[in-house]
C-alpha cells in the first residue's frame, strides 16, 4: 500500500480527509477526521494581516502542527 510505504520514508505525516485503509499492523497514532469547511459567508471585517505562505514558513508550520 502507498500509505505504508510512505511512513517509511519519512518520521510523521498527517492525513487530510476521511481515514484511509490501512494494513491490519500499520497503527495510527491519532485520527483526525476532516478539515474545518465554512458552508456560509461570516459577515466579519478581516482587519489581519494576511500572508502568503512560502518554503520560508516549512519548519513553523511544521512545529504547528506538530502541536496538535
Do not use: C, R
Not at 510505504?5 to 492525513?15: C, V
Not at 459577515?43 to 500572508?51: F, K, N, Q, S, V
Amino acid at each position: 500500500m502507498a500509505i505504508e510505504k510512505h511512513s517509511k520514508l519519512i518520521k510523521a505525516f498527517y492525513i487530510v480527509g476521511k481515514k484511509p485503509k490501512v494494513p491490519l499492523h500499520f497503527k495510527l497514532k491519532k485520527y483526525i477526521g476532516y478539515q474545518m469547511i465554512i458552508h456560509k459567508k461570516i459577515d466579519h471585517p478581516a482587519t489581519e494581516t494576511i500572508t502568503k505562505l512560502n518554503e520560508t514558513h516549512y519548519q513553523k508550520l511544521i512545529e504547528l502542527i506538530k502541536l496538535l
